[in-house]
């Protein structure tokens, strides 16, 4: 029997249900289908700091986060609410985030991605459709990933990848081409 058979014979015998199974405070919205495990923790006051008058001060957490339709967050994941009123943390349709993964402030994650286990996404990243980031990899705050980029396991990526290629290392550098 291939996999897609094996998995669709178990979906069959124990069934898929979706189930959220932490509180969403009241500045989350989600969409449909969402499998929310218990042990999600969505963090109201993210780790954000400027220094004021030569003192580190913290910046409020305001904005909101946003989940997409058929979306899995499994436990130990950490998601940090927008800074701004207006801003949005957002996980697209389709996205799954595997055990113990940091999302920071401000994170966009596009359609049908994969967040890996251990994986870290700094404040403001943003991460393209249909793109796979490894094992306990890094990703720097503001640092722009394309569309269908696999980010490999352990890489640190510290500047911007294009679309459709492989990054490894630390620091990441292009592998080849999806």
Known sequence: MNR????????????????????????????????????VIFSKKGFG??????????IPHTGRVIIG???????GTNIVRA????????????TKIDYNCHIAHNVKIGK?????????LGGSVEVGDNSYL?????????V??????VV????????????NVTVIGNPAKIYGKV
């Open 144 to 149: 722009k990933i394309g569309k269908n980029v």
């Open 83 to 94: 800074t701004a009123d207006d801003g949005m943390t957002v996980i697209g349709d389709g």
């Open 4 to 39: 897609i058979n094996f998995v669709k014979s178990q979906i069959k015998k124990y069934g898929s249900k979706k189930e959220i199974l932490t509180k969403l405070p009241e500045w989350v919205t989600i969409g449909s289908n969402c499998d929310i495990h218990k042990g």
């Open 152 to 163: 490999g396991m352990g890489a640190v990526v510290v500047k911007d990848v294009p679309d």
């Open 134 to 142: 490894g094992i306990g990899c890094m990703i720097r705050n503001k």
């Open 112 to 120: 049908n991605c994969m967040v890996i286990a251990g994986t870290i």
């Open 49 to 58: 700091y400027e220094v004021i008058d030569d003192k580190l001060t913290h």
């Open 69 to 75: 339709n058929d979306v899995d967050i499994h436990s």
